[in-house]
């Protein structure tokens, strides 16, 4: 168990509207990532933190932002939400000692119609 | 040409059976090489973690680094049904704050 939790696990939207997806940890470490899975894609970086209000792009970053107001805490939100944007999004977050490693939380499963 | 390139499978073994798992890249500059394994509907968990080249084994697992080649490998002995899920091979060139590049994934399915 990574000590990482995300809400919801599914969700079922509509285009247009906006989503914010919530990955909350336990163990107060100080760098966190948002992935999007997708087939024939694999696992792609959307955005990642490293400090409270300390944020960076991925690869994927375009329709999504994020926010980081306590340590524990990471929202993905989609702005407008896109079909494009059904994705599986998964939260990860490195652990002390192992600083080059992620571990990552269960996933949200997100379907925009 | 993709950074990290992975066979897809599927990969069908019987128990018991020697399993290699592959993938190569491109990038010189990955140092930290990860493999993860992801049951269906489950996040991907972390399950062997190598720096720079050589071996490292634990338990039925042994992990392959071969940077000359750009090449790492996953061996599993002995293998089990509860092995069956998908194999993602990762890597990274620095330290925390870095993208984990992934492979696609190669499924394995283990019969009894």
């Known amino acids: 168990d990574a000590g990482i939790t995300q809400s919801p696990r599914h969700k079922v939207t509509e285009t247009g509207t906006p989503v914010t997806l919530r990955c909350h940890q336990t163990?107060?470490?100080?760098?966190m990532y948002w992935y999007r899975q997708d087939p024939g894609h694999g696992l792609r970086l959307i955005h990642y933190s490293y400090g409270v209000k300390d944020t960076d792009k991925g690869e994927v970053s375009d329709g999504y932002s994020v926010s980081r107001s306590k340590t524990e805490d990471f929202l993905l939100t989609l702005e407008s939400a896109t079909s494009s944007q059904t994705s599986v999004y998964f939260c990860?977050?490195?652990?002390?000692?192992?600083?080059?490693?992620?571990?990552f939380g269960p996933g949200t499963r997100l379907l925009v119609l | 040409q993709k950074e990290v390139e992975q066979d897809p499978g599927p990969l069908s073994v019987p128990e018991g059976a020697i399993v290699s798992l592959n993938c190569t890249y491109s990038n010189s500059a990955f140092q930290y090489f990860m493999w993860y394994r992801q049951y269906s509907r489950k996040g991907p968990e972390l399950l062997m973690y190598?720096?720079?080249?050589g071996n490292k084994e634990d338990g039925r697992f042994t992990a392959q680094v071969d940077k000359s080649s750009k090449y790492i490998s996953l061996f599993i002995r002995d293998s089990q049904p509860s092995d069956s899920a998908t194999y993602l091979c990762?890597?990274?060139?620095?330290?925390?704050?870095?993208?984990?590049?992934f492979g696609k994934g190669t499924t394995l399915s283990v019969s009894s």
């Open positions: 990762a890597m990274s060139a620095w330290q925390a704050g870095t993208a984990l590049i």
């Open positions: 190598t720096y720079s080249s």
């Open positions: 990860a977050i490195n652990k002390g000692g192992q600083q080059e490693t992620q571990y």
């Open positions: 163990e107060n470490h100080r760098y």
